[in-house]
């Protein structure tokens, strides 16, 4: 089956400083990618929708400035996190569908990165 | 707005009995897709199945089966001849139908099979 490949599985970074999250779809082609959010012993939280060439679409509450999301060609979205505090420390997933699965129906997710700073 | 419950944070099985998990949604969307997930210890979501709103047929695999009550709003997982390895998180989601729409989680369920 299809695999989306998100890298790295952990960081730990400074406070402060920025971080970047890797989604890749490894063998078919993503025009949209999403991010999500889950906090211990929670659900996964849409962040945003990763649009291949153009903006991405936040949900509401969500920094857009903070959570900056690139998805510069059609295998890749990346997702930094800028200027990260403790609070941002979280495990966060993407996924992405496969069109040539189930019309397209299908969602593929990452591994997951989990993100400590300290 | 779309919104999944699950109302049970935490369930237990014995290893071969069967298991029922409870969802329910809230949408005025007439097609939709359903979805059970599974979450192990290694966070990586895996499906488990998947339920098309316009088939009345509940969906079936292996030894998880749906029932899918579309008037209700109900779509329940039942896990039959339990195993350890069903240990895991599950979270029902709802999609509607089209490419580019998101997926919408409920809040999980933590089971736990013993043997």
């Known amino acids: 089956g299809a695999v989306v490949s998100q890298h790295p599985s952990r960081v730990i970074c400074k406070s402060g400083t920025s971080v970047k999250i890797e989604c890749r779809s490894l063998?078919?082609?993503?025009?949209?990618m999403f991010w999500y959010r889950q906090f211990p012993k929670q659900s996964l939280m849409l962040m945003a929708t990763s649009n291949e060439g153009s903006k991405a679409t936040y949900e509401q509450g969500v920094e857009k400035d903070k959570f900056l999301i690139n998805h510069a060609s059609l295998t890749l979205s990346t997702l930094t996190v800028t200027s990260a505090h403790p609070e941002d420390s979280s495990f966060y997933i993407c996924?992405?569908?496969?069109?040539?699965?189930?019309?397209?129906?299908?969602?593929?997710f990452g591994q997951g990165t989990r993100l400590t700073v300290v | 707005a779309q919104t999944v419950t699950q109302s049970q944070p935490e369930m237990s099985v014995q290893e071969a009995e069967t298991v029922t998990l409870s969802c329910t949604y809230d949408t005025s969307e007439n097609n939709y897709y359903l979805f059970w997930y599974k979450q192990p210890p290694s966070r990586q979501m895996i499906l488990v199945i998947r339920?098309?709103?316009?088939?009345?047929q509940n969906a079936t695999e292996n030894r998880f089966s749906v029932n899918f009550q579309k008037a209700a709003k109900s779509f329940s997982l039942k896990i039959s001849d339990s195993q350890l390895g069903d240990t895991a998180m599950y979270f029902c989601a709802f999609m509607k139908r089209n490419n580019n729409n998101d997926m919408r989680f409920g809040a999980g369920t933590r089971l736990t099979v013993k043997p």
């Open positions: 063998d078919f082609q993503a025009t949209t």
């Open positions: 339920q098309e709103a316009y088939k009345q």
């Open positions: 996924s992405a569908r496969d069109p040539r699965s189930r019309g397209g129906t299908e969602a593929f």
